[in-house]
């Protein structure tokens, strides 16, 4: 799987859009970019994936660059339950995910 | 709405002494999967399942066996506990294993090896 690179850590204003980039430039064609995210003391939470497209749910919104070497994933109106470790996965038709450090997020009233 | 469920969500071993950790999800996925998470580190994936009875070795199998009788469970056993194996563990499923099917979580089992 391609590696990827995230910022160590961010901080947001509660109710204003989290921006979270991701840098994977050695990404293959067949590779999906996925994000997760683990709050304190839980398991992965699943937030969106895509391959070229951008996406969009109920979560967040996920804009992939056009050549796919790096991606964003925005939570539209962060709230202080948003705080966590964000993951960003380049992933293959492989069993594993590669989790990374992530970036950690703290939202701020 | 349970999903991955995993039990206990705490337990303190002795060296030496034997435990499995349990797993079932109500999803009806076929591909089940076991990772470890030391602290302040990514996962690491131990065993995979991909049906009933069917299971392969991940990337640190060593010190676990994992059996899949049912579609539903999916336990993980350490035999032999070593302080090494002191770690978050977390289950996961998956409808199939291909790369456009998000992997599910349970909440994880935290073991400590004493």
């Known amino acids: 799987d391609a590696k990827t690179t995230q910022p160590p850590s961010m901080d947001c204003a509660e109710g204003r859009a989290a921006n979270l980039p991701c840098n994977h430039s050695?990404?293959?064609?067949?590779?999906?970019v996925y994000w997760y995210r683990q709050i304190h003391s839980q398991g992965p939470q699943y937030i969106i994936h895509?391959?070229?497209n951008n996406e969009t749910n109920e979560m967040a919104s996920l804009i992939i660059t056009e050549d796919r070497k790096s991606s964003t994933l925005i939570l539209p109106h962060a709230t202080l339950r948003d705080t966590a470790v964000y993951y960003c996965?380049?992933?293959?038709?492989?069993?594993?995910?590669?989790f990374g450090a992530g970036t950690t997020v703290t939202v701020r009233a | 709405n349970a999903g991955v469920t995993q039990t206990p969500k705490f337990r303190i071993l002795k060296i030496g002494q034997s435990m499995t950790l349990q797993c079932t999800q109500d999803?009806?996925?076929?591909?089940m999967y076991w990772y470890r998470q030391d602290p302040g580190m990514g996962l690491k994936l131990i065993y995979y399942?991909?049906?009933?009875?069917?299971?392969d070795k991940g990337e640190v199998p060593n010190g676990y066996n994992v059996s899949r009788s049912t579609t539903e469970d999916f336990p993980l056993r350490l035999e032999l506990a070593a302080p090494s194996q002191t770690s978050v563990y977390f289950c996961a499923s998956s409808p199939i294993g291909a790369a456009n099917q998000p992997q599910h979580f349970g909440d994880g089992t935290r073991l400590s090896i004493l």
């Open positions: 996965i380049v992933r293959s038709n492989d069993y594993k995910l590669s």
């Open positions: 399942s991909v049906g009933a009875g069917i299971t």
């Open positions: 999803m009806n996925h076929n591909y």
């Open positions: 050695t990404i293959s064609g067949n590779e999906y």
């Open positions: 895509g391959l070229k």
